[in-house]
């Protein structure tokens, strides 16, 4: 039995004094506000209303009762603002994990006008490389590059990323050419991946499994930052 509800129609029928008004005011049947108070006044044992052909009037336990029901729906329909409330408006502290070149390039820039227009969100930036649990370190949500890591996680894509197998040109000159096909591909990366560690997939090359070739890197660097530093150096001419 819905309890709530059971002293809302209580309620009704004390304050309209009468079963046809309080079913009107109610939206339900007759029918259903006598049954629901049938039910109530079973489940607490005890005579709530005299009822006549005309009207109904409270008893003494059902004066007693009503002011108790008031107290009660009036206190719930605060609690139920109050709540209403915070999930219109967004507040409280925000924990974001997100790869360092991305949070710093993209997110971060956007984080003064978002705080300026939420002004009851705090927001606790997490920038790191490395895989981060967001159940076990508490993050509210993660921004991640590839493969989610879990099928327990909500995902939403909200953008598309494209790889690229980049060579020096030196390195082209060097194996004799530009490559045509992939196995010629497969032999000019062979001792010559250098690749951030948590983009380890990054590895198979292409993205048709019919073709796709798996290499070890000889370097894997947890900072795409710092991977791309170590390339330009190597490489100079390289570009991502």
């Given at each position: 039995m819905d309890m709530l509800n059971a002293m809302q129609t209580f309620v009704a029928v004390a304050e309209n004094h009468g079963i046809t008004a309080a079913s009107e005011r109610l939206?339900?049947?007759?029918a259903i506000v006598s049954r629901t108070l049938s039910l109530l006044e079973e489940r607490l044992d005890v005579r709530l209303l005299n009822r006549t052909t005309r009207?109904?009037?409270?008893?003494?336990?059902?004066?007693?009762?009503l002011e108790h029901c008031r107290n009660i729906l009036e206190q719930n329909a605060e609690i139920e603002s109050r709540f209403a409330e915070k999930s219109l408006e967004p507040q409280g502290r925000l924990r974001i994990a997100v790869p360092v070149t991305f949070g710093s390039q993209y997110i971060a820039p956007l984080l003064p006008k978002f705080l300026e227009k939420h002004g009851k969100v705090q927001v606790d930036l997490h920038m790191s490389d490395r895989y981060v649990d967001i159940i076990e370190e508490g993050m509210d949500m993660a921004i991640r590059i590839g493969?989610?890591?879990?099928?327990?996680?909500?995902v939403?894509?909200?953008a598309e990323t494209h790889h690229k197998l980049a060579a020096s040109p030196a390195l082209i000159k060097k194996m004799g050419g530009q490559p045509q096909r992939c196995g010629s591909v497969e032999k000019l990366a062979i001792n010559h991946i250098f690749i951030a560690s948590e983009y380890a997939e990054l590895a198979k090359f292409p993205r048709n499994p019919l073709t796709r070739f798996e290499q070890v890197p000889i370097m894997a660097i947890q900072s795409l930052r710092w991977l791309?530093?170590?390339?330009?150096?190597?490489?100079?001419?390289?570009?991502?």
């Amino acid at each position: 039995m819905d309890m709530l509800n059971a002293m809302q129609t209580f309620v009704a029928v004390a304050e309209n004094h009468g079963i046809t008004a309080a079913s009107e005011r109610l939206g339900c049947s007759k029918a259903i506000v006598s049954r629901t108070l049938s039910l109530l006044e079973e489940r607490l044992d005890v005579r709530l209303l005299n009822r006549t052909t005309r009207r109904v009037s409270l008893t003494e336990a059902g004066s007693e009762y009503l002011e108790h029901c008031r107290n009660i729906l009036e206190q719930n329909a605060e609690i139920e603002s109050r709540f209403a409330e915070k999930s219109l408006e967004p507040q409280g502290r925000l924990r974001i994990a997100v790869p360092v070149t991305f949070g710093s390039q993209y997110i971060a820039p956007l984080l003064p006008k978002f705080l300026e227009k939420h002004g009851k969100v705090q927001v606790d930036l997490h920038m790191s490389d490395r895989y981060v649990d967001i159940i076990e370190e508490g993050m509210d949500m993660a921004i991640r590059i590839g493969a989610t890591g879990s099928d327990s996680l909500i995902v939403r894509k909200f953008a598309e990323t494209h790889h690229k197998l980049a060579a020096s040109p030196a390195l082209i000159k060097k194996m004799g050419g530009q490559p045509q096909r992939c196995g010629s591909v497969e032999k000019l990366a062979i001792n010559h991946i250098f690749i951030a560690s948590e983009y380890a997939e990054l590895a198979k090359f292409p993205r048709n499994p019919l073709t796709r070739f798996e290499q070890v890197p000889i370097m894997a660097i947890q900072s795409l930052r710092w991977l791309k530093r170590v390339l330009a150096i190597a490489f100079c001419q390289l570009s991502f």
